[in-house]
Nanobody
Framework: QVQLVESGGGSVQAGGSLRLSCEVSGSISSLDGIGWYRQIPGRSRELVARWSILGDPIFVDDVRGRFAILKDNTKNSVDLQMDNLKQEDTAVYFC?????????WGRGTQVTVSS
C-alpha cells in the first residue's frame, strides 16, 4: 500500500512563499510519477505540476514561473515550492499519480493566500 501525506500549507499574504511536501510511504518504484494537484473552491481538481516521462517539469499555465516541483529520494518526498503566491492560488493541494492510476488521496493541505 502507498500512503500520501501532504503538509506545509498555511495562510500567507500575496507575494509570499510556501513549500509543500508530499511524503510517500510504502512501496513505490520512483517518485517521478507523483505530481501535485489542487482543488480551487468551485472548480474541479486540476493537475498543477508533474514531470514528463523524460523528466521535464510541467506546470499548469497559471503557476508556471512561480512554482517548482522537487523530489527528495532520501526522504521519499515530492515538494512543491510556491513563490509569489497569488490569491487565486488558494486551494487544497494534493499529491498523487495521474488520474488513470491514482493512489488513495491524502487529506491534502490547505493553502490560503490573502491580499
Amino acid at each position: 500500500q502507498v500512503q500520501l501525506v501532504e503538509s506545509g500549507g498555511g495562510s500567507v499574504q500575496a507575494g509570499g512563499s510556501l513549500r509543500l511536501s508530499c511524503e510517500v510511504s510504502g512501496s513505490i518504484s520512483s517518485l517521478d510519477g507523483i505530481g501535485w494537484y489542487r482543488q480551487i473552491p468551485g472548480r474541479s481538481r486540476e493537475l498543477v505540476a508533474r514531470w514528463s516521462i523524460l523528466g521535464d517539469p510541467i506546470f499548469v499555465d497559471d503557476v508556471r514561473g512561480r512554482f517548482a516541483i522537487l523530489k527528495d529520494n532520501t526522504k521519499n518526498s515530492v515538494d512543491l515550492q510556491m513563490d509569489n503566491l497569488k490569491q487565486e492560488d488558494t486551494a487544497v493541494y494534493f499529491c498523487n499519480r495521474d488520474l488513470c492510476r491514482l493512489y488513495s488521496w491524502g487529506r491534502g493541505t490547505q493553502v490560503t493566500v490573502s491580499s
